[in-house]
């Protein structure tokens, strides 16, 4: 079988375009989409399998990210996050906003326009709750593990807060009007890049931002591994990517407008903000709307990590740069010596070698191999323009898992593989480890836009996968490292296991306060798993338990744990600061039992 999966990889990676490979998923969907084929698949596969872990085929759908809510929808609605595991039933779902969902594409000829009509419809919202006693929270694509989102009372659903799409023009500063300088330092070189600044609407999903920034012929700086997020709900989270020289998104942030609790609007900057406030102040439609400028370092680094409490985010400008390609390469190494290595010399500037810096480490060690180690795969990855990309660097990743994402019942049958064959997921896990390693010297390397590289592109499969994350100063990632390991080695012995690697992502500071990397540049872990397999739920949540007793700053949308006060205040040195403004912009109005817990 091993033999078979690596032809049918090469093959895939070599011989088979992106077009014959979405060709061949339509077709293989299209067999399996039936009912009754799904029930054949079924009936063999969970012979003498126990009822918790029998694959369960036959649903008309699968899990996904699009899902819309209707303006006025005169019925009972009922909202879930991603998971599943956080749903409401909310007394009324709200859907602002003159963009669209569904025809983003289509409405491109009025991207240039400011929706202030979306704006009076989101104020009228938070009266009206405000006049019912009701509290407010905004969803996007429910992307948290954490209820952060959720709310019985009112939901603004913000699909349709994706009007503005534009270069930031209107009340600039000349100094940043036609791109402009700023330092960055990658692979241990300092330089100057010339950036830009681009405007778009809160409730604008990443891969909607990405294709209005290509249009302009801009990108993003960094990325997390996957588009599908709101990118007001990223930011409010501190998602992030990888690269010591790269913040999370938030960091890219250079204004915010948000409404806040008595539905007042602020447009909330640094001291030294890129807006000109004579200009500001001066316009007739600020005037009509009421949008109070505030620049102030305080303010900004308090709203910024919001994490849905400061208001509704209406809009943002965020730092972006000119379009660029990436070069990516996956190297297998044994993690004892890779630790040697980035020990040995200065750790920062080991890291900064490159660009991306990532590493995949296997929980577990195969002790049927000959040699037996712990495997972990870097992933580095550069500007394609400074370094030697080979003739036969490819276009496609070279693993299998960028075929299987897209067969619609991939998802479901991954954890029916992982429970019937748990004793081998450290082998499994060595093997798709290998089966992602891709370098200039075996398979070439993987060269393309800077959005496809930085894309995990796992598709569906995605929403059958849940995670944890943390993070670490850098130097004590080790010992979290080593935590991990340790408590998932103690719990093979009752046969839990994790089914997938986990993640080291080294992020640059940023100072928003409830920002994972608010304290210094950050490592950030994230242990992964499959939902649906036996044991890792509560494997999960005894890693996090033992991470957060050494020091842990948890993730807002990946944790399975409650959270408490306690937990805030000793993982965040600025609570009380952020506090203080939440009571300011978001007050009652924008919490829930969630953010309560935190507050109280």
Same mark, same amino acid.
């Given at each position: 079988?091993?033999?078979?999966?690596?032809?049918?990889?090469?093959?895939?990676?070599?011989?088979?375009?992106?077009?014959?490979?979405?060709?061949?998923?339509?077709?293989?969907?299209?067999?399996?989409?039936?009912?009754?084929?799904?029930?054949?698949?079924?009936?063999?596969?969970?012979?003498?399998?126990?009822?918790?872990?029998?694959?369960?085929?036959?649903?008309?759908?699968?899990?996904?990210?699009?899902?819309?809510?209707?303006?006025?929808?005169?019925?009972?609605?009922? #909202?879930?996050?991603?998971?599943?595991?956080?749903?409401?039933?909310?007394?009324?779902?709200?859907?602002?906003?003159?963009?669209?969902?569904?025809?983003?594409?289509?409405?491109?000829?009025? #991207?240039?326009?400011?929706?202030?009509?979306?704006?009076?419809?989101?104020?009228?919202?938070?009266?009206?709750?405000?006049?019912?006693?009701?509290?407010?929270?905004?969803?996007?694509?429910?992307?948290?593990?954490?209820?952060?989102a959720q709310s019985e009372d009112f939901i603004v659903c913000t699909h349709n807060l994706n009007l503005t799409?534009?270069?930031?023009?209107?009340?600039?500063?000349?100094?940043?009007?036609?791109?402009?300088?700023?330092?960055?330092?990658?692979?241990?070189?300092?330089?100057?890049?010339?950036?830009?600044?681009?405007?778009?609407?809160?409730?604008?999903?990443?891969?909607?931002?990405?294709?209005?920034?290509?249009?302009?012929?801009?990108?993003?700086?960094?990325?997390?591994?996957?588009?599908?997020?709101?990118?007001?709900?990223?930011?409010?989270?501190?998602?992030?990517?990888?690269?010591?020289?790269?913040g999370p998104l938030p960091g890219m942030v250079k204004s915010m407008t948000l409404v806040g609790k008595g539905?007042?609007?602020?447009?909330?900057?640094?001291?030294?903000?890129?807006?000109?406030?004579?200009?500001?102040?001066?316009?007739?439609?600020?005037?009509?709307?009421?949008?109070?400028?505030?620049?102030?370092?305080?303010?900004?680094?308090?709203?910024?990590?919001?994490?849905?409490?400061?208001?509704?985010?209406?809009?943002?400008?965020?730092?972006?740069?000119?379009?660029?390609?990436?070069?990516?390469?996956?190297?297998? #190494?044994?993690?004892?010596?890779?630790?040697?290595?980035?020990?040995?010399?200065?750790?920062?500037?080991?890291?900064?070698?490159?660009?991306?810096?990532?590493?995949?480490?296997?929980?577990?060690?195969?002790?049927?191999?000959?040699?037996?180690?712990?495997?972990?795969?870097?992933?580095?990855?550069?500007?394609?323009?400074?370094?030697?990309?080979?003739?036969?660097?490819?276009?496609?990743?070279?693993?299998?898992?960028?075929?299987?994402?897209?067969?619609?019942?991939?998802?479901?049958?991954?954890?029916?593989?992982?429970?019937?064959?748990?004793?081998?997921?450290?082998?499994?896990?060595?093997?798709?480890?290998?089966?992602?390693?891709?370098?200039?010297?075996?398979?070439?390397?993987?060269?393309?836009?800077?959005?496809?590289?930085?894309?995990?592109?796992?598709?569906?499969?995605?929403?059958?996968?849940?995670?944890?994350?943390?993070?670490?100063?850098?130097?004590?990632?080790?010992?979290?490292?080593?935590?991990?390991?340790k408590v998932c080695e103690e719990a093979k012995a009752y046969g839990h296991y994790l089914a997938a690697p986990?993640?080291?992502?080294?992020?640059?500071?940023?100072?928003?306060?409830?920002?994972?990397?608010?304290?210094?540049?950050?490592?950030?872990?994230?242990?992964?798993?499959?939902?649906?397999?036996?044991?890792?739920?509560?494997?999960?949540?005894?890693?996090?338990?033992?991470?957060?007793?050494?020091?842990?700053?948890?993730?807002?949308?990946?944790?399975?744990?409650?959270?408490?006060?306690?937990?805030?205040?000793?993982?965040?040195?600025?609570?009380?600061?952020?506090?203080?403004?939440?009571?300011?912009?978001?007050?009652?109005?924008?919490?829930?039992?969630?953010?309560?817990?935190?507050?109280?």
């Amino acid at each position: 079988m091993p033999d078979r999966i690596e032809d049918l990889d090469e093959t895939l990676t070599h011989h088979c375009t992106r077009e014959k490979r979405l060709q061949w998923v339509k077709r293989i969907n299209t067999v399996v989409k039936p009912r009754f084929v799904r029930r054949i698949i079924e009936n063999r596969l969970n012979k003498d399998s126990p009822i918790h872990e029998k694959v369960i085929l036959s649903f008309d759908e699968e899990l996904s990210y699009s899902k819309t809510y209707e303006k006025d929808f005169p019925f009972r609605q009922q #909202w879930s996050n991603w998971y599943g595991n956080h749903a409401s039933e909310p007394l009324k779902i709200f859907v602002p906003g003159s963009g669209s969902h569904s025809k983003f594409e289509a409405i491109s000829e009025q #991207w240039g326009n400011y929706d202030y009509k979306g704006l009076e419809e989101v104020k009228e919202i938070i009266s009206y709750a405000e006049a019912e006693g009701r509290k407010i929270r905004a969803i996007g694509s429910g992307h948290a593990l954490t209820p952060i989102a959720q709310s019985e009372d009112f939901i603004v659903c913000t699909h349709n807060l994706n009007l503005t799409q534009r270069k930031a023009e209107q009340f600039i500063k000349p100094e940043f009007l036609n791109g402009f300088d700023v330092d960055v330092n990658f692979r241990n070189v300092k330089s100057k890049e010339k950036h830009f600044l681009f405007e778009t609407s809160g409730g604008t999903k990443v891969h909607q931002l990405i294709t209005a920034l290509e249009k302009d012929g801009l990108a993003l700086m960094n990325k997390g591994g996957s588009s599908i997020q709101a990118i007001s709900g990223a930011i409010a989270t501190s998602t992030h990517g990888s690269g010591i020289g790269l913040g999370p998104l938030p960091g890219m942030v250079k204004s915010m407008t948000l409404v806040g609790k008595g539905s007042k609007a602020y447009r909330v900057e640094p001291t030294n903000g890129i807006t000109d406030p004579e200009l500001f102040l001066a316009d007739p439609e600020v005037q009509k709307h009421d949008i109070q400028l505030i620049q102030d370092d305080d303010t900004f680094n308090a709203v910024m990590v919001g994490v849905g409490s400061m208001g509704l985010v209406f809009s943002l400008i965020v730092e972006v740069q000119k379009s660029y390609k990436l070069y990516e390469e996956r190297v297998i #190494w044994e993690w004892e010596t890779l630790k040697a290595k980035m020990l040995e010399g200065d750790l920062y500037i080991f890291i900064n070698s490159n660009r991306n810096f990532e590493v995949l480490i296997n929980p577990y060690i195969d002790e049927t191999e000959e040699n037996p180690s712990r495997k972990c795969l870097l992933t580095t990855r550069d500007y394609a323009e400074s370094c030697e990309v080979p003739p036969i660097a490819k276009r496609e990743r070279n693993y299998l898992s960028s075929f299987v994402s897209g067969i619609s019942i991939s998802g479901r049958l991954s954890p029916w593989v992982f429970n019937r064959n748990s004793q081998n997921i450290p082998r499994m896990t060595n093997n798709s480890l290998a089966r992602l390693e891709d370098h200039a010297k075996k398979g070439g390397g993987f060269e393309d836009v800077s959005y496809k590289v930085l894309d995990q592109g796992l598709g569906e499969l995605k929403f059958y996968g849940y995670a944890i994350e943390f993070g670490f100063e850098i130097e004590k990632a080790f010992e979290a490292v080593d935590v991990i390991t340790k408590v998932c080695e103690e719990a093979k012995a009752y046969g839990h296991y994790l089914a997938a690697p986990f993640s080291l992502r080294y992020v640059k500071h940023c100072p928003g306060y409830f920002s994972m990397m608010n304290k210094s540049d950050m490592c950030m872990i994230e242990v992964v798993s499959v939902k649906g397999v036996t044991g890792t739920i509560s494997l999960m949540k005894r890693i996090e338990a033992e991470l957060l007793e050494i020091g842990a700053v948890p993730h807002w949308g990946l944790s399975l744990l409650p959270w408490s006060k306690e937990m805030v205040e000793r993982a965040f040195p600025h609570y009380e600061d952020w506090k203080r403004h939440q009571a300011i912009f978001g007050g009652e109005t924008f919490t829930n039992p969630f953010i309560k817990n935190i507050l109280d």
